[in-house]
């Protein structure tokens, strides 16, 4: 089982301003799954990082897997109220979860 | 149906009985998985199945739980004699194949009293 990391835990943030969350582990992973969740439903897919070093982009998101494929990052530009959720990573080996990380944009 | 299918969405139980848990996954997802999700916590891996293969069991909390999956269709998730620590969202998800994506149902919300 490879284990994950998540944080900060809870992170409260006004609109408009910039965060970063993180996922890591003492293990490489073969690919990591960024998802979230809002209340009430199941986690939903965000993004899929496959090689070290990779970056990827959704609108204000963006996803960095590290060079050695044992973290990633998701960094959030501007952020909404409509962003306000629960940030979990995976490990697609074995799809554990970590903690996650709960956000919450305040208007 | 188009997604992940669980029922009930609410259940509420006495202590000391037997619970079953439902999940329809989508059609030709070959993979299954359930977790539970403690109030205001993250996802904790219970069990995935793949295909024929022999499920992957190591994240059952007890030997009160056990779950079933028939083929690559329907799983049941059977909680016997609940504890009140028992009380979660308990989440499905299946996906194409290993390693692929997983696609979530809105969960069975178990409360026990």
């Known amino acids: 089982t490879q284990l994950l990391e998540q944080s900060p835990q809870f992170l409260s943030i006004q609109e408009g301003e910039n965060l970063t969350v993180y996922c890591n582990s003492s293990s490489v992973f073969s690919s990591l799954q960024w998802y979230r969740q809002e209340p009430g439903e199941g986690p939903v897919l965000l993004v899929t990082v496959v090689t070290g070093g990779e970056v990827k982009k959704l609108k204000r998101l963006t996803f960095q897997f590290g060079d050695a494929r044992k973290d990633s990052s998701l960094h959030i530009t501007a952020a909404q109220p409509g962003d306000t959720g629960l940030y979990l990573c995976a490990g697609a080996y074995d799809m554990r979860f970590g903690a996650g990380t709960r956000l919450t944009v305040k208007p | 149906g188009a997604g992940v299918s669980q029922s009930p969405s609410n259940k509420v139980t006495e202590k000391g009985k037997d619970v079953e848990l439902r999940c329809d996954p989508i059609?030709?997802?070959?993979?299954l998985y359930w977790y539970r999700q403690r109030l205001g916590q993250g996802l904790e891996f219970l069990i995935y199945f793949q295909g024929n293969s022999a499920p992957d069991k190591s994240g059952l909390p007890s030997d009160r739980f056990s779950a079933e999956r028939t083929g690559e269709s329907v799983s049941t998730l059977t909680i016997q004699r609940t504890q009140q620590e028992d009380s979660a969202v308990y989440l499905c998800?299946?996906?194409?194949?290993?390693?692929?994506?997983?696609?979530f149902g809105n969960g069975t919300r178990l409360t026990v009293t």
């Open positions: 059609s030709g997802h070959t993979a």
């Open positions: 998800a299946s996906s194409a194949k290993r390693y692929s994506p997983l696609h």
